[in-house]
C-alpha cells in the first residue's frame, strides 16, 4: 500500500507540474495570440474573461459529476484535453477558433483544477501529514518552465504552434501514463465513485471561500500589474519590469517547497497566520517603495507569503466537510471552493486597474494588502479537527486508501 502512495503521489505532481506549464504557456504569450488573431484591445478583455468563467462552469460541473465518477477518471482525461486546446489556441487563424480553443481550455481546466485538488486533499489525507503544499510546489515548478519556454518561443519568434507542439508531444502521453497511478483515497474504493455525501453548509465554507478569493486578488494583481508598476511608477527599466513577476514565481516555489515542514511543526492555523502577515507586508513595501529594487523586495515578500494559502484552502475545506460527511462531501467541498480561484482572478486585475486610474497605482497596492490581512481573522478555519496534520499530531501511520486507478 505504500507504493501505491508514493506512485500516486509522484503520479499527481506531475499532473499538478504539467498544468502549471500549460497555464504559464497560455497567459505569457497573450500578446502573440492577440497579434495572431488580429483581436483588437477592446474585444481581449472579453476573451481573457471568459476564461475563467467558464472554468468556474467546469468547476460546478465536476461536483456533480464525481457523485458517479471517481476524480482521477475527470483529471485523467481533462489534462490531455487542456493540452490539446493549448495547441488549438496556437494552431488557428480565425477568431471563432480562438473563441472555441478558448472555451474548451476553460471548460476544461476548471474540471482539472477541481479533480487535481481532489486527489490531493485525499492522499494527505491518507498519509496523515501535510503533503498538499508540495503538489501546489510542483505547479509553481511548472509555471516557471512554461514562462520560460514562452520566453524563448517569444525571442527566437516561432509561432505559437512551434512552441506548443513539442511540449505538447512531450506531456500528453507522459500524463496518459502516469494517470494510471493516480489514487482516489477513500471516496476510489475498489474504482467507485465517491458518492454524493452529505450537503456542506455554505457558512462553513464562507470564511475558506473568502481566503480563496483575497489570495487569488493577491496573485493576479503581482501576474498583472507587477511589470507595469516598476516600469512607471518605480521608474525600472523595460528589462528590470520582467524580473518582479519571475522573482515572485521562484519564491512561491521555494515557499510551497518548505511549507509543508511549517505546517508539520507549527500547525496551519499559524502557518496561514504568517503567511498573510508576510504577504500584506510585501504589498506594504511595494506601496512605499522609494525604488525598482524596493518595489522587487516587496513582491519576493508576497510570493513568500501568498504561496501557502492557496494550497492549506483546499486542505481545510476537505477536511471539515470529510469529518463531517465522509469523501462525498470533501470533493463537493473542493469543487466549490475551486470557484473563488477564478472570481479572485477575474476581480484582482480590473480592481487594481480601475483604482490605480482612478487613484494612484500606490494606492491601489493597498487594497490586495487590506484584503491580504482580512485572512488572518479566518486563520482559526484552517485548524485541524479529527485529522491532525500538523501541530505534532500526525498520524502514526498511513491509512488504507484503496487501488491506484488502473487503465487509460
Request: include cysteine.
Amino acid at each position: 500500500m505504500t507504493d501505491v502512495l508514493r506512485r500516486g503521489r509522484a503520479s499527481l505532481a506531475f499532473g499538478f507540474f504539467t498544468q502549471g506549464v500549460a497555464f504559464a504557456l497560455l497567459v505569457t504569450r497573450i500578446p502573440a495570440v492577440q497579434e495572431r488573431y488580429g483581436v483588437s484591445d477592446a474585444l481581449l478583455p472579453v476573451f481573457l474573461a471568459a476564461v475563467p468563467v467558464l472554468a468556474g462552469c467546469g468547476s460546478v460541473a465536476t461536483e456533480r459529476l464525481v457523485r458517479r465518477t471517481p476524480p482521477s477518471r475527470l483529471l485523467r482525461w481533462s489534462q490531455p484535453v487542456v493540452l490539446l486546446a493549448l495547441l488549438g489556441v496556437g494552431a488557428g487563424d480565425q477568431v471563432a477558433e480562438l473563441a472555441v480553443a478558448l472555451g474548451v481550455f476553460g471548460l476544461s481546466v476548471g474540471v482539472l483544477d477541481a479533480s487535481m485538488n481532489m486527489l490531493g486533499v485525499s492522499l494527505q489525507r491518507a498519509y496523515g501529514r501535510s503533503i498538499m503544499l508540495s503538489f501546489h510546489a510542483a505547479y509553481s515548478l511548472g509555471g516557471i518552465l512554461g514562462a520560460s519556454l514562452a520566453w524563448a518561443g517569444a525571442h527566437w519568434e516561432l509561432a505559437l504552434w512551434v512552441s506548443y507542439l513539442p511540449v505538447v508531444l512531450v506531456l500528453l502521453p507522459a500524463t496518459l501514463v502516469g494517470s494510471r497511478w493516480y489514487v482516489d483515497g477513500e471516496s476510489g474504493l475498489e474504482g467507485e465513485p465517491s458518492g454524493a455525501g452529505g450537503g456542506v453548509a455554505f457558512r462553513v465554507l464562507l470564511p475558506l471561500c473568502l481566503v480563496m478569493t483575497f489570495a487569488y486578488i493577491g496573485d493576479s494583481t503581482v501576474s498583472n500589474w507587477s511589470a507595469k508598476y516598476v516600469k512607471d511608477v518605480l521608474g525600472g527599466s523595460e528589462q528590470l519590469a520582467t524580473v518582479p513577476y519571475n522573482v515572485y514565481m521562484v519564491t512561491t516555489l521555494v515557499g510551497r517547497a518548505l511549507g509543508d515542514l511549517g505546517v508539520r511543526r507549527l500547525g496551519a492555523v499559524a502557518v496561514v497566520r504568517l503567511g498573510a502577515l508576510v504577504a500584506a507586508g510585501g504589498f506594504a513595501v511595494v506601496a512605499a517603495a522609494p525604488g525598482a529594487w524596493a518595489g522587487m523586495l516587496g513582491f519576493t515578500l508576497v510570493g513568500l507569503g501568498l504561496c501557502v494559502l492557496v494550497p492549506q484552502t483546499f486542505a481545510a475545506a476537505g477536511r471539515h466537510a470529510f469529518e463531517g460527511n465522509g469523501p462525498g462531501s470533501s470533493d463537493a467541498a473542493i469543487a466549490r471552493l475551486n470557484i473563488f480561484n477564478y472570481v479572485g482572478f477575474l476581480v484582482g486585475s480590473p480592481l487594481v486597474g480601475a483604482l490605480g486610474d482612478a487613484w494612484s497605482y500606490r494606492g491601489a497596492m493597498l487594497v490586495p494588502m487590506a484584503l491580504v490581512l482580512v485572512t488572518t481573522v479566518y486563520a482559526r478555519s484552517f485548524g485541524p479537527g479529527g485529522d491532525r496534520y500538523g501541530g505534532g499530531h500526525e498520524r502514526s501511520r498511513t491509512a488504507d486508501v484503496g487501488r491506484g486507478s488502473n487503465g487509460l
